[in-house]
């Protein structure tokens, strides 16, 4: 068995286990009514694309969230959150750095023995959910579980559907597709972003993600008899008819949209499997972006390709 698929099969006792937890990081996890910025980078960028729209839209409070390379120093933060599986990746630590001692700064990580405990001023440590593969699944999904849970939107429901998103079949057919595309509406854009990403590195699919209502902008065009169209959370009126109308196929996500991004990440194992890939080593990536300081001598690796 690979490391991925050990690891995205335990993501049902992950969920439980952050939820479980979640009172004991109160402090360290956005207060309600504060102006709060998500940050991270691939995969963790999505997860804070997904946790900042679930926050504002349940009144917590104005949430933003930014690439860490991309976070806008003009503006003003009560509290800056990096999600960062590894600890080390040079964007986040920057990033952190930067805002050291003039905003409040938290970090949800798999790994404490790095130097995010130095950079972040409150810390959150999902160990159990840290991974061998490059490509991440359940660390990803367990801290967006613990969000959830934060925010009072996780269910034993959730985890149930995470326990069926893993023994039901995938689509018959859905293997064999050249394209796939991930659509979602408000939090689950980010979901739908991620499950494209985890295509693209394990199996290098063609991918692409929108929201729903832009797919019909432009993108619907290169949709053919090849394509897989998948949905999470509910579709626009009309859109399953318009996409069978062009000979894709339509998935339509049944399950809690987090749930779905689990049926995604085996999709992408599966397909890696049809193609003789090996999703544990995805080309030109590592665990974590540790860029070259200026002045490094020359020869030395630059290890500037990762999955945070």
């Known amino acids: 068995m690979s490391h991925i698929t050990e690891e995205l099969d335990s993501q049902p006792a992950c969920w439980t286990r952050a939820a479980q937890s979640v009172n004991l990081h109160a402090e360290a996890l956005p207060a309600p009514g504060e102006r709060v910025a998500i940050v ?16 504002e839209s349940s009144g917590q409070g104005e949430t933003d969230a930014f690439a860490a390379s991309e976070f806008p120093r003009g503006r003003s933060y009560d509290r ?66 613990l969000l959830r849970a934060h925010l009072g939107l996780h269910t034993d429901a959730v985890t149930a559907d995470a326990r069926t998103a893993l023994s039901a079949p995938l689509p018959p057919g859905l293997v064999d597709r050249t394209q796939f595309t991930f659509l979602g509406s408000g939090w689950t854009v980010g979901l739908a972003n991620e499950a494209g990403l985890k295509l693209r590195e394990a199996s290098l699919s063609w991918t692409e993600a929108y929201p729903a209502m832009e797919y019909r902008h432009g993108p619907i065009a290169v949709t053919t008899g090849s394509t897989a169209t998948w949905m999470f959370g509910p579709a626009p009126a009309g859109l399953a008819e318009q996409v069978a109308a062009t000979g894709g196929l339509w998935v339509e996500g049944t399950l809690d ?27 030109h990536l590592t665990r974590s972006v540790i860029l070259t300081p200026p002045g490094t001598p020359p020869g030395t690796p630059p290890g500037m390709s990762g999955e945070e």
Do not use: H, N, W
């Not at 991270?40 to 926050?55: E, I, K, N």
């Not at 890696?272 to 995805?282: E, V």
């Open 40 to 55: 991270g980078c691939g995969t963790s960028y999505f997860m804070a694309q997904a946790a900042a729209v679930l926050r």
């Open 257 to 283: 949209p987090l749930a779905e991004l689990v049926r995604a990440q085996r999709l992408a194992v599966a397909v890696a499997a049809a193609r003789g890939l090996d999703p544990d080593r995805p080309r």
């Open 80 to 145: 800056v959150l990096a999600l960062t599986r590894s600890g080390t990746t040079t964007e986040v630590l920057d990033l952190l750095g930067q805002l050291k001692g003039s905003t409040r700064t938290a970090a949800i990580t798999a790994d404490p023995d790095t130097p995010v405990p130095e950079a972040a001023d409150d810390l959150v440590v999902l160990d159990f959910a840290d991974e061998r593969s490059v490509v991440q699944t359940r660390f990803a999904t367990t801290a967006l579980t």
